[in-house]
C-alpha cells in the first residue's frame, strides 16, 4: 500500500507541475495601435474561441473610441471642437454629452488641474502632430490664449446640444479617454462572461479577477531607465496610470518638455518625473487611474492632497530630482526590483 | 512510531538508524535543490523575445544568438537587433524615437514600444514578475 501511496504523490506533484505549466497556456493575448499607442488585452479562459471573440469585441471597441474622439483626425470630437471655436453649439452623441459632464466633475474634484478643455495649447506645443518637431510654441499665440484661458467649465450642456462661453475651449480626451477605453473593455469582458483578464491601454492597466487564483502582476516603468522600478499585484476590478515626463516629451537646451500642460499656466510642469495612482474596485475606477493622476503630476510637492481629493490611498510619486514617495498604503504592495529609499508618507 | 517496536530514548538516538549510503542520499538530494535552484529560478533573466507588428506576432526568437529582425509597419521597417541574453529596438522609422532610445533590454517582461510603426519587443523568460507594464 506505502508504494501505491507514493506513487499516487508523485503523480499528484507531477500533475501540478503539469497545470503551473500549462497557466501560461491559458492566457490568450492580443495587442492593438489606438489612441497613438499600444493596447494590450490578456484573458485567462478554458476556451480560447470564447477568449479571442471577446478579445476582438474590445479591440473594436477601441477602434470605435479611437475613430470617435481623436483629437485632431476628423472625429465627433473635432466637429464638436469647431463648432465651439465658431462659437455655434453641437449636438453631442448621448456618450460625449456624458464625458463632458464627467470632466466638469473630475476638473472640479482636482481643483482645476484637471481640465481637458486645453487642446488648443497642447497643439501649440507641438503635441497634436504625427510628426515631430521640438520647438516652444509661438510665444504670441500661446499669450492670447492665456488672456482667455479655456476652462471645461466653460462648456455648457443642455439637451444633448453642447456650447461654449469661451471660443478658445478645444478638448482633447488625451487623459480621460484610456481610462474610459479601460471601464468599456471590462463591462464588455463581464457581458461576454470573461471574469479574469488584464486590459493594458498605453500604459493604463485594469485588472478583473486573476489569473488561475494568482493575482495579476503589474510592472511600474521607471522614469528615467529600461527596467522597472517596482511590481505589485493587481486585485480584481483595480486600476493603476501613471502620469509621467518621459512618454512624450521633447527635449530643447537641456530643458525637458513633457505633454502634460499645467491648465493655470498652459505650460509643462517640471517637478515630477512620474506620479502613479492605484484605483480600488469602484465605479468608472478606469477613469480615474487615469485622470487622477494628472493633478497629483502637476502639483509637485502638493500632489497628495491632490490624490486625497479622488478619495486614493495608493499613490507614488517620482520627484524632479529622483527621490521616491510612497504613500503607506501603495508601500506595503510594492516589490521594489532594486533597493530604493522611498520615504513613506501617509 | 506507535507499533514499529521501537523507542528512541534522546535527542541524537536516531543518528544510529542511518547508513554511510543514507548520507550519500541525502546530500546528493540537497545538491539536486540546489542545482535546479540556479538552473530555473534564474530571476527575471530574460530568455527570448517576441516581436509583434500591427498587433500579431511576427517572430519569436531565443536570446541566445546574435540576431537580426527586420519588421516592417506603416511607416517602413523597424530593426530588432539581439545578442546573447538582451534585445533592442536599433533602428525605427518613428519621428519620436523613443523605443530606440530605450537601449537594451534584458530583463523578462520589458517592453519596447515603437507605437507609430506598430512594432512592439517583448522580453520573455520563466522569471517575468509581471503580466503587463504600468507606464
Partial sequence: ?346 | MRGAGLRLRSAGAWRVLLRPGDWAVALAGLAVCAASGLWLWRGGEADGVIVRAAGKVFAQASLSHPRRIDVPGPLGMTVIEIEPGRARVASDPGPRQYCVRQGWLARAGAVAICAPNEVSLTLTGRGADYDSLNY
Fill in chain 1, 1 to 346: 500500500m506505502r508504494a501505491v501511496g507514493a506513487a499516487f504523490a508523485l503523480l499528484l506533484c507531477c500533475g501540478a507541475w503539469l497545470f503551473a505549466g500549462c497557466d501560461r497556456e491559458r492566457v490568450f493575448q492580443r495587442e492593438g495601435y489606438v489612441f497613438g499607442t499600444r493596447v494590450d488585452v490578456s484573458v485567462y479562459a478554458d476556451d480560447p474561441k470564447l477568449a479571442d471573440a471577446a478579445i476582438a469585441d474590445v479591440l473594436r471597441e477601441f477602434d470605435r473610441l479611437h475613430n470617435a474622439y481623436h483629437a485632431w483626425k476628423p472625429s465627433e470630437l473635432t466637429a464638436l471642437n469647431e463648432a465651439l471655436a465658431s462659437g455655434q453649439s453641437f449636438e453631442a452623441s448621448p456618450e460625449l454629452a456624458e464625458m463632458l459632464r464627467d470632466a466638469q466633475r473630475l476638473f472640479e474634484i482636482g481643483a482645476g488641474l484637471f481640465d481637458p478643455s486645453v487642446g488648443a495649447a497642447v497643439e501649440l506645443w507641438g503635441f497634436h502632430s504625427d510628426a515631430f518637431e521640438p520647438a516652444r510654441p509661438d510665444p504670441e499665440a500661446l499669450a492670447a490664449l492665456k488672456a482667455a484661458p479655456p476652462r471645461v467649465n466653460d462648456v455648457v450642456i443642455e439637451n444633448g446640444r453642447v456650447s461654449s462661453r469661451n471660443p478658445a475651449v478645444k478638448i482633447d480626451l488625451g487623459g480621460y479617454a484610456k481610462g474610459y477605453a479601460l471601464d468599456r473593455a471590462a463591462a464588455l469582458l463581464k457581458g461576454r462572461g470573461i471574469q479574469n483578464a488584464l486590459i493594458n491601454v498605453g500604459g493604463n492597466i485594469m485588472a478583473l479577477g486573476s489569473k488561475g487564483g494568482q493575482p495579476w502582476r503589474v510592472g511600474i516603468q521607471h522614469p528615467r531607465q529600461s527596467g522597472v522600478l517596482a511590481t505589485m499585484p493587481l486585485y480584481d476590478g483595480e486600476a493603476i496610470g501613471t502620469s509621467g515626463d518621459y512618454q512624450r516629451y521633447f527635449e530643447l537646451d537641456g530643458v525637458r518638455y513633457a505633454h502634460l500642460l499645467d491648465p493655470r499656466t498652459l505650460e509643462p510642469s517640471h517637478g515630477t518625473q512620474a506620479l502613479t495612482v492605484l484605483v480600488g474596485n469602484r465605479p468608472r475606477g478606469g477613469v480615474l487611474s487615469d485622470v487622477a493622476s494628472k493633478p497629483a503630476y502637476l502639483a509637485g510637492e502638493g500632489w497628495r492632497e491632490q490624490t486625497r481629493h479622488f478619495g486614493i490611498e495608493h499613490a507614488l510619486r517620482v520627484a524632479g530630482d529622483g527621490r521616491v514617495e510612497v504613500t503607506r498604503a501603495l508601500r506595503a504592495r510594492l516589490a521594489f526590483s532594486e533597493p530604493v529609499k522611498a520615504s513613506v508618507v501617509d
